[in-house]
C-alpha cells in the first residue's frame, strides 16, 4: 500500500516540477523581445527540444495534456519530495528519521561482519552436531574471550572500512553486481541444505504452534526486511514503461515474501531453536549434519563480511550526505573542517560505539525496523500522498487525473497507514 503512495508522490512532484518549468518558461516568453526573424524562430524551435531529457521528449506532446504532467520522467528521492511537499519542520523529522534509520544501519552492519569473523575464528570447526552454544567469556585463542576477539575484528573492520566515510562511494555497479550474485548463491545454499536435511528426517527444529513473546519483535524484523521505499525513485523512474509499475512492484513482493518465507521455515525445521544464531549463515558453519564440505562452511561464514563490507561505505556516505543536507542553508557553505571531518566523524562514531557495547543483531534489528523503519515505510509515504495532493489541487485543478494515483485513493487508507503505523511502535 505505502510503495503505491510513494508512486503516486513521484508522479505528483514530476508534475509539480513540470508545472513550475513551464511557468517560469511562459515567464521568460513574455518578458523577451518579438524581434527574431522566421529562421531565427524555427531554428531555436528546432534545437529547443535537445536540451530536454530523452524521456520527456519521447511522452510529452510538448505542452501537452495533463495526463502527461504525471509522467515519471525525472528521479525525485524522497528527499526532495520532502522539501516540495512538507513545511520546515515535515522536512526536518523526514531527514532526523532518515538518519536514525540509517545509524541503525550501519550498527547492524558493524556488529555483523565482526560476529561473523569471531565465529569463524573461534567456533568449532571440527564437524560437531552443532549443540555447543558458546557464551561471550568462553575462550578463543588462550586467555583472549570470544568477546574480546569480536572487538578486535570490530576495530579491525573500523580501521579498514571507516576511512571511505571521508570520500565518496562511486561506481560501484559490478561490485554491487558481484555481492548480488553471493547473496543468491548463499540463499540457494542454505535453503537446498535445510531442505535436505529436513527431508532425510533429521531436522533438530520442533517450533510451537505459536509464541506470543515473540510477536513485538516480529513487526520491527517485518519492517526492516521489506522496506525499500526510500529507494523506489531510483528502482522505478529507469523503467521506460510504467503502465504496470504497480503490477511489477506487487510480484516483486510476493517473490520476496516467498523467498522469506521458506528460507525462515526451513531454518526453524531444520536447526533447534535454542541454538539458532542470530546471524543465520553461521548455523552451517560448525554442523556437518547439514553441510560437511569445509570450503563451503567457510564460505556461508563468511559471506556476510564480503557483502555487508561492501554496502557499509555506501549506508556511511548516505548518512554523511544526509547530516550535510539537514543543516545546510541556503547558499551557505562549511568550513573544510566541519565538511571533511566532522560530519565524517558523527556519522562512523555512534554506531561503532553502539557495536562496542551489544552485538544483539535481533534486538539491533527489532529496534531499527520497529522505530525508525516504521517512519519510513508507513508514517513517511502516508504524509507524502497526503500533502502531495493537497498541494497539487490548488495548482492542476480538480479535474486533474494522475495515472500513477494509488488504488488506496481514499484518505481513509491514508489515516489507516497511520493508525497501523502507530500500533507498531505500541507492540514493539
Known amino acids: 500500500m505505502t510503495t503505491t503512495f510513494v508512486i503516486e508522490a513521484m508522479a505528483a512532484a514530476n508534475a509539480q516540477l513540470r508545472w513550475k518549468r513551464r511557468e517560469l518558461e511562459e515567464t521568460d516568453e513574455s518578458d523577451s523581445t518579438s524581434d527574431y526573424s522566421d529562421d531565427e524562430v524555427i531554428t531555436r524551435g528546432r534545437a529547443e527540444p535537445e536540451t530536454k531529457p530523452i524521456l520527456s521528449i519521447q511522452r510529452s506532446g510538448g505542452h501537452g495534456g495533463q495526463a502527461d504532467h504525471f509522467d515519471i520522467v525525472e528521479r525525485v528521492e524522497m528527499g526532495q519530495m520532502a522539501s516540495m511537499f512538507f513545511n520546515k519542520v515535515g522536512v526536518n523529522m523526514f531527514y532526523i528519521c532518515l538518519i536514525v534509520y540509517l545509524y541503525g544501519d550501519l550498527a547492524i552492519y558493524a556488529a555483523a561482519v565482526p560476529i561473523s569473523l569471531m565465529e569463524v575464528a573461534c567456533g568449532n570447526h571440527s564437524c560437531s552436531s552443532g549443540s555447543v552454544k558458546y557464551s561471550d567469556t568462553d575462550p578463543c585463542w588462550g586467555p583472549v574471550t570470544r568477546k574480546d576477539a569480536y572487538r578486535v575484528f570490530l576495530a579491525a573492520f573500523t580501521v579498514c572500512l571507516g576511512p571511505f566515510t571521508f570520500f565518496n562511494a562511486q561506481k560501484t555497479k559490478y561490485l554491487q553486481i558481484l555481492t548480488s550474485v553471493m547473496r543468491w548463491i548463499a540463499f540457494t545454499m542454505m535453503i537446498i541444505l535445510a531442505l535436505i536435511r529436513i527431508g532425510k528426517d533429521s531436522g533438530a527444529g520442533h ?18 526486511s521489506f522496506m525499500c521505499q526510500h529507494s523506489l525513485p531510483s528502482l522505478i523512474t529507469p523503467i521506460s514503461n510504467k503502465k504496470r509499475v504497480g503490477s511489477f512492484v506487487l510480484a516483486d513482493y510476493v517473490l520476496i515474501l516467498g523467498f522469506y518465507s521458506l528460507l525462515s521455515f526451513t531454518a526453524i525445521f531444520c536447526f533447534d531453536s535454542s541454538l539458532l544464531h542470530d546471524m543465520y549463515t553461521l548455523n552451517f558453519t560448525d554442523n ?16 556476510p563480511v564480503f557483502t555487508i563490507s561492501t554496502n557499509f561505505p555506501i549506508i556511511a556516505v548516505t548518512l554523511r550526505n544526509n547530516w550535510k543536507t539537514l543543516f545546510h542553508r541556503e547558499g551557505g557553505t562549511y568550513p573544510w573542517v566541519v565538511d571533511r571531518i566532522v560530519f565524517p566523524l558523527i556519522t562512523l562514531v555512534p554506531p561503532v560505539v553502539v557495536a562496542f557495547c551489544t552485538h544483539n543483531l535481533e534486538s539491533l534489528v527489532g529496534i531499527t525496523g520497529a522505530y525508525a523503519g516504521t517512519g519510513i515505510q508507513y508514517i513517511i509515504p ?8 493537497r498541494h497539487l489541487e490548488p495548482v492542476m485543478g480538480r479535474d486533474a487525473v494522475n495515472k500513477h494515483r494509488s488504488p488506496f485513493r481514499h484518505a481513509f487508507w491514508v489515516w489507516f497507514v497511520l493508525v497501523w503505523a502507530a500500533s507498531c511502535l505500541m507492540f514493539k
Open 382 to 389: 502516508a504524509c507524502l500522498v497526503y500533502f502531495s495532493r
Open 288 to 303: 556437518c549434519q547439514v553441510l560437511d564440505i569445509r570450503f563451503l562452511r567457510y564460505f556461508l561464514g563468511l559471506f
Open 207 to 224: 517450533p510451537p504452534v505459536a509464541s506470543l513473546s515473540g510477536v513485538p519483535n516480529l513487526f520491527g524484523v517485518c519492517v526492516y
